[in-house]
């Protein structure tokens, strides 16, 4: 990263889905919440720019993550990767309130498309319609990465861990 971006992930998505109908075929996005960006420094650790974040195909992509949400007893198609878009929208906006500015980082021109994603997602309503168990469980996860990104981000900075990628791939 660049010193004076410290805080900043710029992010280059290759083969967006959207080149399909004639848009770019490179895209690039930023993440400016510095406890993500903690986060992610934390997990894969300091990155060249030609390194993919996510080597894998879109189609590991999806398995794993049907597969951690059977983990905790959410059925298949129940979440999908593409909702954390409309996700994040919601989010941004309940804590910004400010839809030009959340249009802009969406890179989204429509009003109407802007519309979508708002009205789309309803996550505190489909946690309420999951079982008690499948919810205690997510509400135990949220607190434990919390406080597990914070040891993992304590641990790098003070030269006593690796980032989590090389402890689980490495073959020492």
Not at 23 to 32: D, F, P
Not at 101 to 111: C, V
């Amino acid at each position: 990263m660049f010193s004076s971006c410290a805080s900043k992930l710029f992010v280059r998505i290759n083969n967006p889905k959207t080149a399909k109908r004639g848009n770019a075929r490179v895209q690039h996005g930023s993440v400016t919440s510095e406890s993500v960006v903690a986060c992610v420094e934390a997990v894969v650790g300091p990155m060249q720019r030609t390194e993919l974040l996510w080597p894998f195909s879109h189609s590991d992509y999806r398995r794993r993550f049907d597969k951690l949400l059977s983990l905790v007893g959410v059925t298949k198609n129940y979440y999908t990767p593409g909702g954390l878009r409309g996700g994040g929208a919601v989010r941004d906006f309940v804590i910004n309130g400010d839809i030009a500015n959340l249009m802009w980082k969406m890179r989204i021109t429509s009003q109407s498309t802007q519309a979508h994603y708002l009205q789309e997602v309803v996550t505190e309503q489909s946690l309420l319609r999951l079982p008690a168990g499948s919810r205690d469980i997510l509400k135990f996860l949220s607190i434990f990465f919390h406080a597990l990104r914070l040891v993992a981000i304590a641990s790098l900075k003070s030269g006593r861990a690796k980032p989590l990628v090389q402890v689980l791939f490495s073959s020492d």
